[in-house]
């Protein structure tokens, strides 16, 4: 079955701390990959996503995540967190072919202390 | 417009009450995109439009759930006859034509069952 696991519900990391949110997959093929911020009554931003090529991705805000098929997973990075960082982030994956039917994980909740 | 709109953001509706929800997506954009968010965390594809057409609704509940996306007018999400466990935020989102496009969400209609 397709799922998408985000082993960590809750995470606190210091401001300036790096950070790493980790996200697994389970899918019959190479899917599209993507990784989505949510702020408390807001909707979902994009902050990257995976298609082909480079598997090391670049998306706003300074994040990036790297796509490792031998591992199913496509973990989230960010160097240096700032305190406006704190909000819901969402793994999701979606079916090459198929249109925005997109399987998402649980989330991730991140705090940041000062 | 240059986002997703939603109406209403928030709607409260007795038990068996219908209850209808609008989106207005992304202009030039052909695909739209129903999510359900129920428990804050867990996001359930439910439907998904190319134009006027339904192009996937293999998320949708089979009684009580419908929706449209007719020319010249906002796509709607109506459910007849609520249920408690309808409480959820319930999440349009659009992209463009080309698989794999970006998805862009809505901020959300929060719709309470009481």
């Known amino acids: 079955a397709q799922s998408v696991t985000q082993p960590d519900i809750h995470i606190t990391v210091s401001e300036g701390a790096s950070l790493e949110l980790r996200c697994n997959y389970s899918?019959?093929?190479?899917?599209?990959l993507f990784w989505y911020v949510q702020s408390p009554g807001q909707g979902l931003q994009l902050l990257l996503k995976?298609?082909?090529?480079?598997?090391l991705v670049q998306g706003i805000k300074g994040f990036e995540a790297e796509f490792k098929r031998s591992q199913s997973s496509f973990n989230l990075r960010k160097p240096s967190v700032h305190w406006s960082d704190a909000a819901e982030y969402f793994c999701?994956?979606?079916?090459?072919?198929?249109?925005?039917?997109?399987?998402f994980g649980k989330g991730t909740k991140l705090s940041v202390k000062p | 417009g240059e986002e997703v709109a939603q109406t209403p953001k928030h709607l409260v509706r007795g038990e068996g009450q219908k209850a209808k929800l609008y989106c207005a997506p992304i202009k030039g954009h052909s695909y739209v995109f129903w999510y359900q968010q129920v428990l804050k965390n867990e996001f359930k594809f439910l439907i998904s439009f190319q134009n006027e057409n339904v192009f996937d609704e293999t998320g949708m509940p089979k009684e009580r759930f419908s929706a449209k996306c007719l020319p010249n007018s906002p796509c709607s999400l109506e459910i007849q006859a609520t249920k408690l466990e309808d409480s959820a935020v319930y999440f349009c989102a659009s992209s463009q034509s080309k698989a794999g496009n970006t998805i862009y969400f809505g901020e959300g209609s929060w719709l309470t069952v009481v």
């Open positions: 899918y019959g093929a190479t899917p599209y």
């Open positions: 999701a994956v979606g079916a090459r072919g198929s249109q925005g039917n997109l399987i």
């Open positions: 995976y298609f082909s090529g480079d598997t």
